[in-house]
Structure formats: C-alpha cells, structure tokens
C-alpha cells in the first residue's frame, strides 16, 4: 500500500513537472530567456519619460557598446533604457541617473529604423533556474556491464548557464526523478525467473546530469539509479546501482528558463 502511495505520489510530481515545462514553452510571453541588446554603432535618442512622453528637444548620441533593455513601443519608436557600465562612470550619469541621488533612472526614445539596423539581442548571463522534461533512450549499466535501450520519463529541475553573448549556447545542471520500463530476466535476477518467464517492472530513477545547448541541438549526460519495489528488488543485480546515460538530439531536454534581469555593461 505504501508503495503504490509513493509511485502515485511521484507520478503526479513528474506529470505536473511536465506539464508546467510544456505550459511554459507554448506561451510566448512565458519564454522567458530573455535577453538585451547591444547597439553595433552609435545612434540618436531622445530623453522621456517612462510612457514616451519626450522630455526634451536635445539629441543625445548613444555610443557604441552601449546594452540597453526595450520598455515599450511608442509609435515608431522604442521606450528604453540603459544598462550599467561598470567602466565608464561618466556615462552611468549622462544615460542612466537623473540626479546625484541614483533613485530615477532616465529613459530614451529610440528610432524603430535605427534599432533594426544598429542593434543585437545579447543574452543575459546570468545563471537562471529551468525546469524541464526529460526522455532517456539508453542505459550503460556496470557489474555486469549492460548496454539496453531502457526508456525513460522524468523532470528535472537546475541552474541553466548562458555560455555566450549572441548565441543560444547554454549547459544546464540538473536533477529530478524519472519513470523507468524495466525488463526482468532470469539473467538480471539471478535466476528467480525463468529463461521464458520475463517481467516488466516500474522504477523509481532519481539522476544528475548536464546538458548542452546549441540553439536547438543538445548534448547531454546523465547519472542515475534505478530502484524497482516488489518482491523481485532482492534479487535485481542493478538494484541502487549507478547507471550513465548519454543523449544526442534536438528533444533531450525541454529547457523552460526563468531570467532575472541582467545588470548587464555597455562598456
């Protein structure tokens, strides 16, 4: 009773897991890799405030490198407003604190025109938590050594790290449980079954891994362990012991990201 408890309990943790992943992935507005831009060359802006009421007449000239973050859309201008450069402190006044104070940050009206052709996205580096759901083909098992097709579902949750500016390169340390199909045999129970008499099984697989990003390709690695119930455990010779798992494709993991804010520099 208590196991049939147990397995229902992480059936549903695994299924809800899956589900918020997916939920996640099919909202645009709940993509939430989100990322910068950076402007190529220098461009013209206008100061306003918040709404894109412009505050003044004067043009200002953003300099090139500077990151900035896009607040709205006003016409056929962008409401935005700059990041910090941790060099240049001069320009931390001009483009980013009304007053000594540092409490008001200033905003700028940018040119649609002039931000298609003078700025790229640039990701936030900074490590994000991602849930995401998960599908195992394989398992290379030691003492003995096994190779099988063992397939298995899970989620995971981690830390998810933007490895470069301008690309969607990123690895993922993670952890979660997984469902595992495992087949029985008198060969992997020291003769409890028969030759003829195979079973199925369900396992609890609680694993580690990392997984690589480039765009949609991953790369992946992971490490586990399979834990079945029932009677059968005591003789299962891979019962609690570790296992590798190693994934090439374009589904491995279903990566859904939260981003704080990155306080990135322009300079």
Same mark, same amino acid.
Not at 36 to 50: G, H, K, R, W
């Given at each position: 009773?208590?196991?049939?408890?147990?397995?229902?309990?992480?059936?549903?943790?695994?299924?809800?897991?899956?589900?918020?992943?997916?939920?996640?992935?099919?909202?645009?507005?709940?993509?939430?890799?989100?990322?910068?831009?950076?402007?190529?060359?220098?461009?013209?802006?206008?100061?306003?405030?918040?709404?894109?009421?412009?505050?003044?007449?004067?043009?200002?000239?953003?300099?090139?490198?500077?990151?900035?973050?896009?607040?709205?859309?006003?016409?056929?201008?962008?409401?935005?407003?700059?990041?910090?450069?941790?060099?240049?402190?001069?320009?931390?006044?001009?483009?980013?604190?009304?007053?000594?104070?540092?409490?008001?940050?200033?905003?700028?009206?940018?040119?649609?025109?002039?931000?298609?052709?003078?700025?790229?996205?640039?990701?936030?580096?900074?490590?994000?938590?991602? =849930?995401?759901? !998960? &599908?195992?083909?394989?398992? *290379?098992?030691? $003492?003995?050594?096994? @190779? #099988?097709?063992?397939?298995?579902?899970?989620?995971?949750?981690?830390?998810?790290?933007?490895?470069?500016?301008?690309?969607?390169?990123?690895?993922?340390?993670?952890?979660?449980?997984?469902?595992?199909?495992?087949?029985?045999?008198?060969?992997?129970?020291?003769?409890?079954?028969?030759?003829?008499?195979?079973?199925?099984?369900?396992?609890?697989?609680?694993?580690?891994?990392?997984?690589?990003?480039?765009?949609?390709?991953?790369?992946?690695?992971?490490?586990?362990?399979?834990? =079945?119930?029932? !009677? &059968?455990?005591?003789?299962? *010779?891979?019962? $609690?012991?570790?296992? @590798? #798992?190693?994934?090439?494709?374009?589904?491995?993991?279903?990566?859904?990201?939260?981003?704080?804010?990155?306080?990135?520099?322009?300079?």
């Amino acid at each position: 009773m208590r196991n049939t408890i147990a397995l229902t309990f992480i059936g549903l943790f695994i299924l809800v897991g899956q589900l918020a992943s997916q939920t996640i992935l099919t909202n645009p507005a709940g993509y939430i890799r989100t990322f910068q831009y950076e402007l190529l060359v220098e461009a013209p802006i206008f100061e306003c405030n918040i709404l894109g009421r412009e505050l003044d007449t004067s043009v200002y000239v953003a300099p090139k490198g500077a990151v900035f973050e896009k607040i709205s859309a006003k016409g056929n201008h962008y409401v935005i407003r700059f990041m910090h450069w941790k060099k240049e402190e001069h320009l931390n006044k001009k483009f980013i604190h009304k007053d000594s104070t540092e409490t008001e940050q200033k905003f700028f009206l940018l040119d649609v025109d002039e931000f298609n052709a003078k700025a790229v996205s640039k990701f936030s580096k900074k490590p994000t938590f991602t =849930i995401g759901a !998960s &599908t195992l083909p394989l398992r *290379i098992r030691t $003492g003995p050594f096994d @190779f #099988s097709g063992t397939l298995s579902y899970g989620t995971n949750f981690g830390i998810r790290f933007q490895l470069a500016d301008y690309q969607d390169i990123a690895m993922n340390i993670v952890s979660g449980l997984h469902i595992t199909h495992i087949i029985l045999d008198s060969l992997n129970t020291q003769g409890r079954l028969e030759s003829s008499d195979n079973q199925t099984a369900a396992a609890l697989s609680p694993a580690v891994g990392v997984v690589f990003e480039f765009s949609k390709a991953q790369v992946g690695t992971y490490l586990g362990w399979d834990f =079945i119930s029932g !009677s &059968t455990k005591e003789n299962w *010779i891979y019962q $609690g012991k570790p296992w @590798f #798992s190693i994934g090439v494709g374009i589904s491995l993991f279903n990566v859904t990201s939260v981003s704080p804010k990155n306080a990135g520099s322009g300079g």
